[in-house]
């Protein structure tokens, strides 16, 4: 099942994507996509709904982050072997870990917004997982059960910020529109291995990043039992898994993102995203 929120900034609507691909109005059925409809029995009671029978969304309405409410963003860096390589770091031996705002959230399709103090933007195609169930020191055997679904993030990035004076990633990667979720929750049943899906970027229809979460570092199993030992893992939390090699930062000369520049993602099964990069005057 692939869940959704759909409408206006702010206003967004619950939904999901019948067979045909088509929007289905779920604000009959529950208020809005959170993480209390983010549970095993909770999807099972829409998984169980008749599509055909829930209104279409008419038109061609803006796309939301696909759940309302997220608690926190957790992330993942140099999780690919090849990319600490291009970052000219080194690949680490446990999972580093950062956060993000919870206001860099935006939709999958929304305008990625760059200040005029930015100069070095970048772009991260990354598999992401929501949390479903608390996690507390699960084990890598249990782990997958306490996901709710997967979905595409773009990890956007001011490295200059990030890595350059005092080198925070937090500061760098968590500015307004940087954190574009969507365009779908891929429910769990749908992804019955997480370290089989192509990633895929492109910058005004060229290819920037092209990889296969199979060679991450630390798969998705391991990450959630690392992660709920050092911090608790609620319903609605976002992880993000880290990105393959191509980010604009590894190419010589750098390709930092410019005004007007296009952005597409793709991930096996999880659908696309498609942004414009807006830079202030």
Known sequence: MKLLRFGDAGKEKPGLVDKDGRIRDL???VADITPAQLSDAAIAKLAALDPAGLPLASGTPRIGPPVAGIPKIVAVGLNYSDHAKEAGLAVPNEPVLFSKAITSLSGPNDDVRFPATSHKGDYEAELA???GKTARHVAERDALSHIAGYCICNDVSERGWQLDGTG???KGKSYDTWAPLGPWLV???E???PQKLDIRLTVNGKTRQSGSTKTMIFPVSQL???ISGVMTLMPGDVVITGTPPGVALGMKPPGWLQNGDEIHITISGLGEQRQKVVRAK
Do not use: K, L
Request: proline share 6%; hydrophobic share 45%; glycine share 6%.
């Open 187 to 189: 429910t769990r049943d």
């Open 224 to 226: 959630v039992s690392y």
């Open 129 to 131: 997982f929501v949390i």
């Open 27 to 29: 604000s009959g059925v």
């Open 168 to 170: 925070q990633w937090v």
């Open 191 to 193: 992804v019955p291995d």
